[in-house]
Antibody
């Protein structure tokens, strides 16, 4: 069974940093691209970042480019999102999702909540 | 960037009714369009991929179609458990973009 478990969320002050993790199991992690998607309270879904299976291709939403860094450790079956210079508008539930090779998001984690507030 | 215009924003329909949700892409995205259902307090779940293909385990009352750059999700014989918010997603090119969502309620 495919499982994605996010962690690392919490309350953080504006301007500070936070690193999210997503541990994968039930499939060969190194074979799949991965995404981060976020959802602000009461709002819709916003794609944040994508990383290919071997980390060769990385893409970001304009809203996080230059502040967030997606990475992965295939030996640890873990996806990361390093978030710096956090703003109040980054407050959201952050999901990781496994990408099918044709791009759709086949599996999602349960999310980890990030709250940026002083 | 590719924009996805989703409509309607909300929808209220009766049991057994047929409902249709649409997404208009701002440019050609081929069949790189998927649909997701999000129930209250839950993670989104894949319903349709490749514009028209039903994901594993999804009831056959859900279907997807495409006409040019307009994509539709149709739900036949609406059931209580279909309540939720529905999103389209274009994964043709980054930045990937979701539609704004359609909140579906059962009358």
């Amino acid at each position: 069974e495919v499982q994605l478990v996010e962690s690392g969320g919490g309350l953080v002050q504006p301007g500070r940093s936070l690193k999210l993790s997503c541990v994968a199991s039930g499939f060969t992690f190194s074979n799949y691209g991965m995404n981060w998607i976020r959802q602000a309270p009461g709002k819709g879904l916003e794609w944040v970042a994508y990383i290919s299976s071997g980390s060769s291709y990385i893409y970001y939403a304009e809203t996080v480019k230059g502040r967030f860094t997606i990475s992965r450790d295939n030996a640890k079956n873990t996806l990361y999102l390093q978030m710096t210079s956090l703003r109040s508008e980054d407050t959201a539930l952050y999901y990781c999702a496994r990408a099918h090779y044709r791009g759709w998001f086949a599996y999602w984690g349960q999310g980890t909540l990030v709250t940026v507030s002083s | 960037d590719i924009q996805m215009t989703q409509s309607p924003a909300s929808l209220s329909a009766s049991l057994e009714e047929i409902v249709t949700i649409t997404c208009q892409a701002s440019q050609d995205i081929g069949n790189y369009l998927s649909w997701y259902q999000q129930k209250p307090g839950k993670s989104p779940q894949l319903l349709i991929h490749s514009a028209t293909s039903l994901a594993d385990g999804v009831p056959s009352r859900f279907s997807g179609s495409r006409s040019g750059t307009q994509y539709s999700l149709k739900i036949n014989r609406l059931q209580v458990e279909d309540t939720g918010i529905y999103y389209c997603l274009q994964h043709y090119s980054a930045p990937f973009t979701f539609g704004s969502g359609t909140k579906l309620e059962i009358k």
